[in-house]
């Protein structure tokens, strides 16, 4: 898929969720291309300020992943990135116009500051339905190791399925990845 189709593609993700992006986002929204993957989804998004830098920055919440994108002109693009199973504890602290986002990753808190009440609210809801699944629904999203896709190519040869000539030039290319 090329990246000015992936590009519409997540922002055909962001209406769905009724997620609009403000002008100081742009840099950040335009860099999700580059660091998703193909088959990654977006569950929700908000943007607010990384309180130890004060750059704008956006917070994604996807099928797998946590990412914080920070994407300035003279310090170029930082992405940081956790699994869901490595986030303790997220909150909220709604403030008098906004609201914060405190989140525990491997005993770092990580502070945004400058998020929509509502958005950090939902935000957070969305996140600990992804903390509360066990470890195993990640996993299984993660490709076959080469072990085990030569393991599978060999039951497929045993029950007839593929010749000894396709066995081979399969394990070959499979050999040729590492």
């Known amino acids: 898929m090329s990246e000015k189709s992936r590009f519409d593609e997540i922002k055909d993700q962001l209406e769905k969720l009724d997620i609009n992006p403000t002008f100081f986002a742009r840099k950040e929204i335009r860099e999700l291309p580059n660091v998703l993957s193909e088959d990654e989804k977006i569950v929700y998004l908000v943007e607010g300020r990384n309180k130890t830098t004060t750059h704008h920055i956006v917070l994604v919440a996807t099928d797998r992943r946590l990412i914080f994108i920070d994407k300035e002109v003279f310090y170029g693009l930082k992405v940081e990135d956790f699994s869901y199973d490595k986030v ?20 770092e808190i990580l502070e945004i500051d400058g998020v929509g009440k509502y958005e950090a609210e939902l935000f957070c809801e969305k996140v600990r339905d992804f903390m509360a699944r066990p470890k195993e629904y990640f996993q299984s999203k993660a490709e076959p190791s080469i072990l085990d896709q030569l393991e599978q190519l060999g039951k497929l040869k045993e029950n007839g399925v593929l010749t000894e000539d396709e066995f081979q030039e399969q394990k070959k290319k499979l050999l040729a990845k590492l």
């Open 88 to 107: 303790t504890s997220i909150q909220y602290e709604k403030e008098f116009m906004l609201a914060s986002i405190d989140i525990i990753v491997s005993g």
